[in-house]
């Protein structure tokens, strides 16, 4: 297929791609979602777009489903992508390690858009940092999810090109990350057991009882409408616990949206104290 989608083929591509994942892809995203597409018809020798779209719709057609989602996915990510965050979440550990009530709970961390994983692996060198001595003793658990089972399979490998450690400074790459034969740099696979990659759409409430005190929702609103980032931030203010902080990205605005947090500063929330730590899971 040589052609770019027409105007009603994308629509029945938008509307699919939202009702599965609640991304909107706008408009002018037209002959990006095209190239994307023709990929799939490539790997799959389907002829054209609607006979694809049909496809996708089959049940029988889930992992062809999950390739498409795994190639309309923006994956960007790298360590320590934007610092003030590090910044902030290093202090509020350190907060916390200063209260003797709190320093001996368990820190539970959802990397809730890990991609290929560097926000998770990054969480563990801050509070690496944050802990020093304690880090060993601290019971550790980090949550990492995408909707792409591609990237998930990236971060299980946990190696990354020079251009994600880009923003890290020299002297922590050389501390955590080993070079292998195809010029990648490999994570610390003692701390990388740390983490559990699993595939969560976070259009759905995350299954099981986990709660968390901090959850990381970074960069992945910006593909999401309102009524997509409502029913996102309500699935992340139930599972963290009273008290516990929401980071999302830096253009990421929560002003036009419903939601239960408190500002606490640009790009961080709380969850209140007063609120229910397990509410039961909407309705809508
Ligand atoms: C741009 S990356 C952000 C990675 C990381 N949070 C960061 O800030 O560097 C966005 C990720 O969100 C994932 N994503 C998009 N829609 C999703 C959904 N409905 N549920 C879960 N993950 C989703 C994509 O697969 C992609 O890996």
């Known amino acids: ?43 799959t020798g389907t002829p054209t777009y609607d006979s694809y779209l049909a496809r996708l719709q089959q049940p029988t ?41 709190r320093r001996k709970e368990p820190l539970r961390l959802w990397s809730a858009a890990a991609s290929t994983g560097a926000e998770a692996f ?21 949550l990492g999810t995408d909707l792409s089972t591609q990237v998930l399979e990236e971060a299980k490998r946990g190696a990354y090109r020079a251009y994600a450690l880009a923003q890290t400074a020299p002297e922590l790459v050389k501390k955590y990350f080993t070079k292998n034969d195809k010029d990648e740099f ?9 983490v559990t990659f699993q595939r969560h759409n976070l259009m759905e409430p995350l299954p099981g009882n986990r709660r968390f005190d901090f959850v990381f929702l970074r960069n992945v609103m910006i593909y999401f409408d309102g009524p ?15 008290g516990g902080h929401l980071v999302v990205g830096e253009s990421e605005s929560l002003l036009s949206v419903k939601h239960g947090f408190q ?3 640009p790009s961080v929330f709380v969850k209140p104290t007063g609120a229910p730590a397990a509410p039961k899971p909407s309705r809508t």
């Open 228 to 242: 997509s980032r409502e029913r996102v931030l309500k699935n992340a203010f139930d599972v963290l616990l009273p």
């Open 122 to 142: 990054t969480m563990l060198i801050v509070l690496q940092q944050a802990l020093g001595a304690a880090f060993a003793s601290t019971p550790i658990e980090v």
């Open 263 to 265: 500002y606490v500063k």
């Open 1 to 43: 297929m040589e052609r770019d989608l027409s105007r009603e083929e994308f629509q029945r591509y938008h509307d699919l791609i939202y009702k599965i994942a609640g991304i909107h892809y706008p408009a002018e995203k037209l002959e990006l979602l095209s190239n994307r597409i023709k990929k799939r018809l490539r790997a």
């Open 61 to 101: 057609e889930a992992a062809e489903t999950q390739a498409f989602l795994d190639s309309i996915t923006t994956n960007e990510t790298y360590f320590f992508r934007c610092q003030r965050h590090w910044d902030f979440f290093r202090q509020a550990v350190e907060q916390r390690q200063a209260d003797p009530a």
């Open 186 to 194: 490999v994570f610390d696979r003692t701390l990388a057991r740390l």
